[in-house]
């Protein structure tokens, strides 16, 4: 391995790595949808539970105060590491879907008829539905930038949807269901030459690479825990703060109030203002554990070894023949999404199981990226810094029993 | 075929797999069985019919033939179709009330209930269920009769 990083003694944190599947070692290649806990996230939330747990921003005893110390000063690793330019820009939610969803009905709200948003064709149902249905309540119209035949969207016709009626451009940083990385800095400065804001789905792309917020000048950017080593159930919404203070709240509840009377309520500041109810703390802790033990490891080295992972398995699936990749994009994180001829995604999939070889077969959340490609699903192997060459050669060799028994 | 019970058929094929050694066989003969199976009428593959799975899809078709249900169906992944052969092989030409009274228990005891797993997400619950919801439609229509 020509790799900067120990790569065994970094399986050595994740005690899931040393399980075995249907009498095999798993070889666990379905990183896109959910990555694995390291020991030292799995110990953040153990400390939690055993020495302090409470609930935060009240109560003035110890376990309170230490509880809240230790979730804002998660926050802290977050805003760091996507360098916002304050705390309150970083709002936790239960995921991206849930920061896409605060966003999309606050502009419901703003949103009128003759408004255009404009969103990109290979986003994940999460980055399509609470648009539409944003558009329902408020009579904007939906329009989409096409992508092309290797999986790239088609900036000529981005440029010519552009308008001064374009109030809103969301696509996603990465595609997951074919690992394209979308220009994003592109997107956002011509949107933001018609007025129009810019929301990124960061979701893919925080497992691969370090973004910084302020520099991309990008309005909204969400990401969720459990796709960089963190638990589910946790995520953020980063959010420029102007934008922030102009949406309005999308859940009533505790912790989001300043003062309620039957009469009328007032709102916390930012972030509560977007956190209502008792958050998930533990989850707020771990989030920031598992950026801390990926910066630790070292973003660039993570790029640079999963572009090596994904080099290796795109060279060694090629030499099958009757594979079709889907999505060859120039520009990609490790996810290669293919189907062998004549060959349902679903049957490879049940064959590599059998193999210990975890992958995710199916459309991917993303039926319109399917019908694009004319494909009922794919196989999705996605690949970690954890990952090794030893088990891309189990997988290929796995994908040639699927092919010789399904044929 | 239609003289043995859904319990004797269940029980016939439990004893073919127990003949396999390991799963790869298992899931050999179950592809062998999907690509065996007949096709449905083109005119019954249809919206109507169709099941949707989130990994794959099935279609089933049911018709009264003499007192007893007779179905047909589809699927686009084949070891799906395979499960499904084996499905029509237990209720088809069966008598509505004993497809109703039916319990299923061969896929559990010949190592394919993974199949059956919501996770699938295939179809195959749902087809079940669709299974038996023919032969209590049939059955009431036959007891207004």
């Given at each position: 391995?020509?790799?900067?990083?120990d790569?065994?003694?970094?399986?050595k944190?994740?005690?899931?790595?040393n399980?075995?599947?249907?009498g095999?070692?798993?070889?666990?290649?379905?990183?896109?949808?959910?990555?694995?806990?390291?020991?030292?996230?799995?110990?953040s939330?153990?400390?939690?539970?055993e020495?302090?747990?409470?609930?935060?921003?009240?109560g003035?005893?110890?376990?309170?105060?230490?509880?809240?110390?230790?979730?804002?000063?998660?926050?802290?690793?977050?805003?760091?590491?996507?360098n916002?330019?304050?705390?309150?820009?970083?709002?936790?939610?239960?995921?991206?879907?849930?920061?896409?969803n605060?966003?999309?009905?606050?502009?419901?709200?703003?949103l009128?008829e003759?408004?255009?948003?404009?969103?990109?064709?290979?986003?994940?149902?999460?980055?399509?539905?609470?648009?539409?249905m944003a558009?329902?309540?408020?009579?904007?119209?939906?329009k989409?930038?096409?992508?092309?035949?290797?999986?790239?969207?088609?900036?000529?016709?981005?440029?010519?949807?552009?308008?001064?009626?374009?109030?809103?451009v969301?696509?996603?940083?990465v595609?997951?269901?074919?690992?394209?990385?979308n220009?994003?800095e592109?997107?956002?400065?011509?949107?933001?030459?018609v007025?129009?804001a810019?929301?990124?789905?960061?979701a893919?792309?925080?497992?691969?690479?370090?973004?910084n917020v302020?520099?991309?000048?990008?309005?909204?950017?969400?990401?969720?825990?459990?796709?960089?080593?963190?638990?589910t159930?946790?995520?953020?919404?980063y959010?420029?703060r102007?934008?922030?203070?102009?949406?309005?709240?999308?859940?009533?509840?505790?912790?989001?109030?300043?003062?309620?009377?039957?009469?009328?309520?007032?709102?916390?500041?930012l972030?509560?203002?977007?956190?209502?109810?008792?958050?998930?703390?533990?989850?707020?802790?771990?989030?920031?554990?598992?950026?801390?033990?990926?910066?630790?490891?070292?973003?660039e080295?993570?790029?640079?070894?999963?572009?090596?992972?994904?080099?290796?398995?795109?060279?060694?699936?090629?030499?099958?023949?009757?594979?079709?990749?889907i999505?060859?994009?120039?520009?990609?994180a490790?996810?290669?999404?293919?189907?062998?001829?004549?060959?349902?995604?679903?049957?490879v999939?049940?064959?590599?199981?059998?193999?210990?070889?975890?992958?995710?077969?199916g459309?991917?959340?993303?039926?319109p990226?399917?019908?694009?490609?004319?494909?009922?699903?794919?196989v999705?192997?996605?690949?970690?810094?954890?990952?090794?060459?030893k088990?891309?050669?189990?997988?290929?060799?796995?994908?040639?029993?699927?092919?010789?028994?399904?044929? | 075929?239609s003289?043995?019970?859904?319990a004797?058929i269940?029980?016939?094929?439990?004893?073919?797999?127990?003949?396999?050694?390991?799963?790869?066989?298992?899931?050999?003969?179950?592809?062998?069985?999907?690509?065996?199976?007949p096709?449905?009428?083109?005119?019954?593959k249809?919206?109507?019919?169709?099941?949707?799975?989130c990994?794959?899809?099935?279609?089933?078709?049911?018709?009264?033939?003499?007192?007893?249900?007779?179905?047909?169906a589809?699927?686009?992944?084949?070891i799906?179709?395979?499960?499904?052969?084996?499905?029509i092989?237990?209720?088809s030409g069966?008598k509505?009330?004993?497809?109703?009274?039916?319990?299923?228990?061969?896929?559990?005891?010949?190592?394919?209930?993974e199949?059956?797993?919501?996770?699938?997400?295939n179809g195959?619950?749902?087809?079940?269920?669709?299974?038996?919801?023919?032969?209590?439609?049939?059955?009431?229509?036959?007891?207004?009769?």
């Amino acid at each position: 391995m020509s790799s900067l990083l120990d790569i065994q003694s970094i399986r050595k944190d994740f005690p899931v790595l040393n399980r075995q599947v249907n009498g095999k070692p798993l070889v666990y290649f379905d990183n896109a949808a959910t990555s694995q806990t390291p020991r030292q996230v799995i110990q953040s939330i153990i400390d939690y539970y055993e020495n302090y747990n409470a609930n935060i921003h009240r109560g003035v005893h110890t376990l309170s105060q230490e509880a809240t110390e230790a979730y804002e000063k998660a926050r802290h690793t977050l805003q760091t590491h996507l360098n916002a330019a304050r705390p309150e820009e970083v709002i936790l939610t239960s995921g991206t879907t849930h920061s896409i969803n605060i966003v999309a009905s606050g502009f419901a709200s703003l949103l009128r008829e003759g408004d255009e948003l404009l969103v990109s064709a290979m986003e994940h149902h999460s980055n399509i539905v609470p648009w539409q249905m944003a558009c329902e309540k408020s009579g904007a119209q939906l329009k989409v930038i096409p992508m092309n035949e290797k999986g790239e969207l088609e900036m000529d016709e981005f440029d010519n949807l552009l308008s001064e009626r374009t109030r809103l451009v969301f696509c996603n940083h990465v595609s997951n269901a074919l690992g394209t990385i979308n220009p994003i800095e592109e997107i956002i400065t011509k949107a933001h030459a018609v007025g129009a804001a810019v929301l990124i789905d960061g979701a893919q792309a925080a497992p691969h690479f370090k973004v910084n917020v302020q520099q991309l000048d990008v309005d909204f950017y969400t990401l969720s825990a459990h796709k960089v080593c963190g638990p589910t159930g946790i995520g953020l919404l980063y959010g420029k703060r102007s934008w922030l203070e102009k949406l309005p709240p999308y859940q009533g509840g505790g912790e989001m109030i300043a003062e309620v009377s039957f009469e009328k309520t007032t709102y916390a500041d930012l972030p509560h203002k977007f956190e209502a109810g008792t958050p998930n703390i533990a989850g707020g802790i771990a989030f920031g554990a598992a950026i801390d033990y990926m910066n630790q490891i070292g973003f660039e080295e993570i790029a640079a070894y999963e572009g090596e992972l994904l080099a290796y398995a795109t060279d060694q699936l090629k030499q099958i023949q009757g594979i079709e990749f889907i999505g060859e994009a120039k520009n990609k994180a490790s996810v290669i999404s293919f189907n062998l001829k004549g060959i349902h995604p679903y049957d490879v999939g049940s064959i590599l199981d059998k193999l210990g070889i975890a992958v995710r077969t199916g459309h991917h959340c993303a039926q319109p990226v399917m019908q694009h490609f004319n494909v009922p699903g794919t196989v999705r192997a996605s690949f970690a810094f954890y990952n090794t060459k030893k088990e891309i050669d189990i997988f290929v060799e796995g994908v040639k029993t699927a092919q010789r028994m399904l044929s | 075929m239609s003289h043995k019970t859904i319990a004797e058929i269940q029980e016939e094929i439990i004893d073919e797999f127990s003949l396999f050694d390991d799963w790869m066989q298992r899931y050999e003969y179950m592809i062998e069985l999907g690509k065996s199976l007949p096709l449905i009428d083109p005119q019954y593959k249809l919206d109507d019919y169709l099941i949707k799975g989130c990994q794959s899809k099935v279609w089933v078709f049911a018709e009264m033939i003499e007192d007893e249900l007779k179905f047909t169906a589809d699927s686009d992944a084949i070891i799906t179709k395979g499960i499904i052969a084996l499905l029509i092989r237990v209720f088809s030409g069966q008598k509505p009330q004993d497809i109703i009274d039916a319990e299923l228990s061969f896929i559990d005891q010949i190592g394919l209930k993974e199949h059956l797993s919501p996770t699938r997400a295939n179809g195959l619950t749902s087809m079940i269920r669709q299974i038996k919801l023919y032969a209590v439609a049939y059955q009431t229509q036959k007891n207004h009769e």
